[in-house]
């Protein structure tokens, strides 16, 4: 408590004492009460303090009228009750009136009506609802058992009970002298407890006086040497018994679970367990304490046995059950950029769809309230590195993620780990309120406290390898322990002297070390975890219960709708992005910095005159960063996203969300974030390096690339599970795309195992950047406002050329040594099928040619031939020059004025760039022609070819055109098609998790591999 | 990235000179056709009446190597700027002044300018794009670039790189193309000699060159019969018109050993006055 509230307290205790003279015992009480709170030095500070208001009141009451006196104490109660109400918790607010009550009560005998009306005004400003507050004055001021109120929330003790009262609960203990009473504060789960009678009980250590009221805390014990320990949890669920309607009841019959690789993880167990109990596990490291856990909650498949729920197995039924599960994995599960607040405001939305936002609000207000973290609401949760929040909040706010849903059944695993001893305590009693409340908790403990030792309803020991050494009351263990190993033994668990317990004892006597000769521990334990197992199988009760004795879980399931369940992750990521000011700003600024350096470091231009496009020599390199750019911003923006979001996942598991819903919107998250950074790259690069009116074309194809590589950086945050690993990952992702590419290294130049000339080997077909590059060189060069003008007639001149300068010299040479009798099959045949494309070979030749004729026949059809390839060279020259002609018509045209001539000139400079037809117009080595088996392929100037109209999409790098179907598409048209469909295999992927099963797989085959070895070995 | 433009550019100037170098010089001859059956298929030598026309030409190389011979003042200033190259957006200016710049080019190497060469091949080979023979260019180009600064292998290439890019338009039957390059390599030969002899006296040692003027019109009216052959283009009336007045100019001119520097201040006039409207 502040200094603030003790001095609120002083205050308040003056006003009700008002009398002339303090009876001592008013005194003791306020002073009893300043023992528990404060340190002895600064209780008399407070003391004196108290008789200072004391001294004040009597003053102003000498002078004052009676009533006068009255109102204005009234409204000072008001006022301290309200700035204690700010500061105090419900739990606090109630102590502090039992302390009031219990103080007035001492002043006087019978408080005076005044005082009455005072701690009156004090219970209803502190929220206390009139009956509880009638039932604890009652209950505080009684000065016998008799005058205990009877009340369902009041519970007495006694050894027998001559009557039995009508409303109050009752139990026997033969060992007590006197009554203990016992009064339940609901909306609290608190206990108060009053003894009448003559023994020296001690509570925690703490003698129990026969006129106090003393909370009854969680863990508390009350004992005496020859009393029956009375246990708090023994108390509450006397309480809880009609309270608690969703009762559940778990129950583990021989359950046994496997490694994938074949070690046992958990040898059979059977035990049961129901509603309010909160059960830890406990065991050293490797004992398969978190394995048990998930075997529990249904994430691992148990070898043999079952996990039943209200005897429904919760392996088979998932589904029906997951609503009654909860599970809070060790790890932070909180999104760091959000508030308090916000994290549980989405994760209720997907939890609770068939809410409204309101009603999500004010549940999650209550929750906070309940838990004690309405005023670290709006705290940004912030990392683990930069607290906002302490650990013990950071967990309380985890546990209030899956508290929100009211599961029934809790799995925590090790929520104090990392936690001070303070925060520790906060979180357990947190969880042991919630059994109060009737929920089932089982908690994967490492090493407790004593304290929180003694919260356990329910131990369960597990020994090394997966053996069940005990499962029963906490206290009982360390005597059980001790029993077997034959260890002398007291009657009693605890220090004689403090009743703490000390569960390292527990586990030093299960890994007792046997001693050798010179009285040092050797490594063999005198009783291995094998024999633990077999004494806890002897020992234990055969499970009693009936396997179907619950109540059949009511199904809370609604329909979940993936649209909404969509909205709801990207409102949350969107927002959480948002809040990262720092990614945010990198996000935003990383893709026109990178435009900036690029573009204006390639902006070449002549030294000593004024930019030229036409000029830049540097803009296939700009294209070609640009595609790399694009394709990296797209994979590192998003190469942790589901990565980061694993253990948040692995959680939301028991929501029942759609994976295809999460990974839609990260999808469509990454993609609005890559489109507006394609869209910032693309229009800075562009405007520096003045490409002119190709905005569109650059960004649709710039941002594909993107896209797919956001879809490669999800996919691998999805099958990797270390940010090194994805880190390292990414220039094996990268670094093929550049080189494969066909710009950095030309296909024919690679090693001739993979080199193709006809078309782009399939490594580069795999390669996004190769057709993202391409796209933009092919569309840049073709589509611009300059050579739209000359395009087609370019192409018909260079199809002409071709056929007219290389082919024809081909097919000459083979119709020459055709007639020089050096003619073969080979050679017939590539004569055949060559000319017949042209239909430059009558088919009466084609006859003779085929049936092998004689060499005087082959040299007279040589003849002919050669006589039909002239006319049809004369021919392609006549067309070449219709065609020039053509072309120098339409130039003479746009230049035959000055000023025409002059934009003319602009227009090229513009638009047109000379390296770009150097990359583009010259094939990528010196040959122009190839030939494989007889037939013979163009290399020569690629951009104005098409596709093989059999080949699908496949096609030498740089062609104009390119076949799907046999109907020819633009390249940039099919190029982003192709990306496109690349983008929807990794969707695929994505979706069902392809690498991360084939991963896995893999990992299998290994061990199963190891196995093998081993056993050869053997 | 790969820079493959460059060679491309030396082998337009190298088609260019190879027009003025087909006087008689058959061993260059066989070199080209050896060249074509190698990579292209240009697989007659036309014998049209055209080549006869040209046949006696001496080649650009054989009058520089004469001016080099006869310690006259190299002179780069008088050679057409690369810059001008983007003004010849018309198919006769980019023939007449692919012409000229293969003679530039031939000035350069044989004057060993060799700092100056590659824009000059540069802008030989964007014409040469233009008009169609790019790819037979820049066939050359890579002996271009192992020739480094060989003198004389750059200008055996040059040469051979001019006579092969002819030898193809004619065979093609783009002898309207091939005559034009002819003409603009002939005047820029002119030029070049004119400029720098105007400013010389007479004398045994630069005596041959002023009788090579004199020998022109022969060669002068060879041209003009061919140019006069495609009267139909009417971007090619005024440069015919011109000719046709430098012809008359050459037919007035004395002896050939009374030619002074009076008759040839003329003739660089009138010869520099149609050189610029064609370079301009």
Redesign the interface.
Known sequence: MSEKILNAMMQLFAIVANKESLSENGKRVVEAFLAQLVSLSLRKKYLDFFNEQLFILEGKKASGERVKRVSANSVKVLKICTQINEELDQKQKYFALTKLIEFANSVDDFPGEQEREFIETVASVFNISRESYKLLYGYCTAKNKEEIPDDSNILLVQNAFEYSPTHSRTKTNATLDGTLAFIYIPSEGMLFVRYFGTMDLRMNGQSILGSRTYVFSQGSVIRESKLLPVYHGDVTKIFLKKANNDAVSLDVNMVQYCFPEGRIGLHPLTFSANSGNLIGIMGGSGAGKSTLLNILNGNLLPKSGEVLINGISIHEHKNELIDLIGYIPQDDLLIEELTVFQNLFFNTKLALPELSDDEIRQKVHEQLESIGLWETKDLKVGSVLNKTLSGGQRKRVNIALELIRKPSILFIDEPTSGLSSMDSENVMDLLKQLTLQGKLIFVVIHQPSSDIFKLFDKLLILDLGGYPAYYGNPSDSLLYFKKVSNIPTGDSSECESCGNINPELVFSIIENKVYNEFGKPTNQRRIKPEEWYHYFEDTRLPNTVSPNRGARPESKKTKRRISKQIKVFLQRDLLSKIKNKQYLLINLLEAPILALVLAWFLKYQIPGQSYVFQENMNLPVFMFMSVIVALFLGITVSAEEIFRDKKILKREEFLDLSRGGYLFSKIVLMAMISAIQTALFVGIGNWIFEINRMFGDYWAILFSVSLFGNLLGLNISATFNSAVTIYILIPFLVIPQIIFSGVMVKYDNMNPKIATSEQVPFIGDIMSARWAFEALAVNQFKNNTYQTNFFELDKKMADITYKKDYWLDRMNGKIDSLGKCEGNDYTRESIIREMKKENLIPSSIITILNNKPSLSAQLDISKQLKAITKEYKSDLIQQFKTVKSAKDQLINELNNTPEKAESFKKLKQENYNEQLEQMLAIPGSTQMIVEQNGAITRLYKPIYMEGNPSSFVRSPLFVSKKSIGGKMYSTYSVNMGVIWLMIAVLTITLYFDVWEKALAKADKLSDRTKIWIRNFQK | ?????RP?ILLAIASSMMLWSCGGETATEKGIAAEQTDT????EVAAFQFSYTIGSLPSPLTIFDEITKSNLEVDTRLLNPV?NV??Y???VKQALNYGIYGVDLAYLVINEKNSEIYPYYSAAK?LS?EI?IG?LF??FS?RFKEAKEERDTLARVVDEAYAATDTYLRS???LETASMILAGSWLECQFILTSQLRKETKNPQNEKLFSRVWEQQVYLDNITKALSEFAGNK?LTEVNKQFGELLNMYKELPEVDKIDATQLNKLNEKISSLRNMIIG
């Open positions: 990235m790969t820079r493959t433009i491309n292209t298929a240009i697989d810059s983007e003004k957006t018309s198919p964007d794009d169609g790819d820049e066939k890579s093609n039957e783009r971007d």
